[in-house]
């Protein structure tokens, strides 16, 4: 899968981020001064910027994994059965868009300078490639404040009353507070992956969020699975 993996990365989550992020948001934040931390310390304004725009980053991916609607897009992310680094970008266009859009509001109500906007991105790229590194890395403490490499395994646990935690992309502060955290110390994850069926090819991976439930069902009564 590593093709498909690079393709994800580069065409989905690379282009589209890319160009909705910077268009976008440059054309609407970087003459705005009006906001309520655009005089801020740069400093003040990172950390504000990773705690408010993680908040929409919380909830879309939440309701990724708690809508089956949302969740045959997510699918192609979590499909993996090893995390490395270069499934980290694997999502979906649609995916990624949706959490751009879920970060968005933040910066645009807050007046966050696009400095600010471009540290905030430097830190989540940083904490993304870590935490699918497929290296055993005891966090301790940190794992009470950050996404770590441990906790994002859990999330991809194969088992859904597991993997359905640790949304946090940067920080887990909302997961603490809305009661989605997760871990287990000393212990790993058995089996990642998910129960879906998701086609190898790229384009495939591409198309059939499109034709889910088709797909699922046409694949259930192929290989004799209950339906």
Request: glycine share 8%; with cysteine.
């Amino acid at each position: 899968q590593v093709f498909q993996d690079l393709g994800h990365t580069v065409l989905n989550t690379g282009i589209v981020q890319l160009l909705i992020v910077t268009l976008a948001a440059r054309g609407l934040l970087d003459h705005r001064s009006s906001g309520f931390l655009s005089t801020a310390p740069m400093p003040v304004q990172v950390i504000c910027g990773l705690v408010g725009s993680e908040f929409g980053l919380y909830w879309a991916h939440r309701l990724k994994h708690e809508w089956p609607s949302l969740w045959r897009f997510h699918a192609v992310h979590h499909s993996v059965r090893k995390l490395w680094l270069v499934n980290t970008g694997r999502f979906h266009f649609v995916d990624s868009l949706l959490a751009v859009a879920a970060s968005l509001p933040f910066f645009l109500l807050s007046g966050i300078s696009m400095d600010a906007i471009i540290w905030v991105s430097a830190i989540t790229a940083y904490i993304g490639i870590l935490t699918h590194c497929n290296v055993a890395m005891d966090c301790g403490v940190l794992s009470y404040v950050f996404n770590t490499p441990t906790l994002h395994r859990w999330h991809h646990s194969r088992d859904s009353v597991i993997g359905n935690s640790n949304y946090g992309e940067n920080l887990v502060l909302w997961d603490m507070l809305l009661g989605t955290y997760f871990n287990r110390p000393g212990e790993d994850v058995d089996v990642i992956g998910i129960n879906d069926h998701m086609p190898s090819g790229f384009m495939q991976q591409l198309a059939v969020p499109f034709v889910w439930r088709r797909h699922q069902a046409a694949h259930r009564s192929a290989s004799g699975e209950p339906g």
